[in-house]
């Protein structure tokens, strides 16, 4: 890759007053935090062969007949993705690039790799939800539960891709069944932890609103688009001080009014992250 992309990219981090992290999936791929993992069969040899599952993203859509099956599934997709894996280089030295600026995180990811790898809580807003925290199924209240605990008790508990009744979670409010905090529906539930985010991410735009803000767009494509990526070209625009990296393996281009204040940068996101950490 241009050398002078790296340079310029450094050049465009060390002059930023602060720095906005926007992370989408490309980003946790690259990572190797993978849900399409190419060691899946040996794995989750008892996935495949009960369900004919292939992965880790089309499986978390099947449809399980009982609640034992359902968070059987679940407590291996979650201790895989979450719980039993520890912070991975590429979150490391994005943490190493920005710890001494003034940064704040948007993620739609879900593996809570940010904070492992060191961001401040107060600084991550998981708009996405995390794979480490359940709320009821109907969205009766909105409050939400961290499944850490339970979630290492079903799979020491685990037998033949069931987990006993005893250990399936109900809601303590309205006695149905619980789901993983993750947006696929409009039963998403949004708790004040989820909103004082929002406010604090809002807060940070809007104090930096004059300064020289950076955008650092990461692996954010086309699945959801209108929480990252097209925001960060409207706000780009918008601000004048503004400006917009965005590293992508794919869709690394920019709209053409905004590409004097940006960079687009085609490639693997962790080595791009490496090479101008060094
Ligand atoms: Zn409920």
């Known amino acids: 890759m241009n050398t002078n992309l790296y340079l310029k ?9 602060s720095i906005v992290i926007g992370a989408g999936a490309g980003l946790s791929t ?26 880790m993203y089309t499986s978390s859509f099947y449809d399980f007949d009982t609640e034992e099956e359902k968070w059987s599934y679940w407590a291996k997709h979650i201790n895989y993705l979450c719980i039993g894996m520890s912070a991975t280089e590429v979150y490391k030295d994005l943490f190493e690039l920005v710890k001494d600026k003034d940064y704040f995180v948007l993620t739609t990811n879900v593996d809570r790799q940010f904070l492992k790898a060191g961001f401040k809580e107060e600084k991550i807003f998981e708009v996405q939800g995390a794979l480490t925290k359940i709320q009821c199924a109907n969205a009766c209240h909105n409050k939400i539960y961290d ?24 809601c303590p409010v309205c006695g149905g069944n619980m789901e993983v905090n993750l947006r696929k529906d409009n039963f998403f539930v949004e708790d ?29 494509g086309f699945n959801t688009p209108s929480i990252i990526r097209y925001p960060f070209e409207e706000l780009t ?20 009014d905004i590409k004097d204040k940006s960079l687009e940068v085609l490639g693997d996101i962790a080595r791009v992250i490496k090479e101008i950490r060094d």
């Not at 990219?9 to 007053?17: L, Q, S, V």
Request: glycine residues 4%.
């Open 9 to 17: 990219m450094k050049e465009k981090i060390k002059e930023a007053d």
């Open 30 to 55: 690259s990572a190797g935090v993978n849900y399409g993992t190419k060691d899946f069969d040996k794995l989750f040899s008892e996935l495949v062969k009960k369900y004919g599952f292939t992965d």
């Open 147 to 170: 499944n850490t605990q339970m979630i290492k008790e079903m799979l020491k508990e685990d037998k033949n891709c069931r987990i006993p009744s005893r250990l399936v979670p109900k």
């Open 192 to 220: 004040d932890y989820w909103y004082e985010h929002e406010k604090s991410f809002q807060k940070f735009i809007n104090d930096n609103k004059k300064k020289k803000i950076l955008f650092l767009e990461l692996g954010a």
């Open 237 to 256: 625009s918008k601000l004048k001080n503004a400006y917009l990296i965005r590293v992508n393996n794919k869709y690394a281009f920019v709209p053409s």
